[in-house]
């Protein structure tokens, strides 16, 4: 069973740094993308970060500059430094795992972990 794991969130005030983690466990080939989503309360839920097992990387613009994404291949791990936190980055923060192979033919698959709260005080 492949599982994703997040760890970090937690209440932190306006201007502070957190630092969410992702561990994919279970028979992983290999992974193209990973990634953060975050949902607040009422809205839809958005990217806030990718990256490819190469290294590109894809953010959203409010995070650009303030969140930095980074990755361990051969950990199946994906990191999300967020400094000069903001009162709209509130949410559950959610990794994403796209194009996980359980083999080197086989197919492509996508999860998701359960969610960690980042909760940003004014």
């Known amino acids: 069973q492949v599982q994703l794991v997040e760890s970090g969130g937690g209440l932190v005030e306006t201007g502070g740094s957190l630092r969410l983690s992702c561990a994919a466990s279970?028979?992983?080939?290999?992974?193209?993308?990973m990634g953060w989503y975050r949902q607040a309360p009422g809205k839809q839920r958005e990217l806030v970060a990718t990256?490819?097992?190469?290294?590109?990387?894809k953010y959203l613009d409010s995070v650009k500059g303030r969140f930095t994404i980074s990755r361990d291949n051969a950990k199946n791990m994906v990191n999300l430094q967020m400094n000069s936190l903001k009162a709209e980055d509130t949410a559950v923060y959610y990794c994403?795992?796209?194009?996980?192979?359980?083999?080197?033919?086989?197919?492509?698959?996508?999860?998701w972990g359960q969610g960690t709260q980042v909760t940003v005080s004014s």
């Open positions: 990256i490819t097992s190469a290294g590109s990387t």
């Open positions: 279970g028979p992983i080939f290999s992974i193209n993308v």
């Open positions: 994403n795992a796209n194009g996980l192979k359980l083999s080197a033919v086989g197919a492509q698959y996508q999860y």
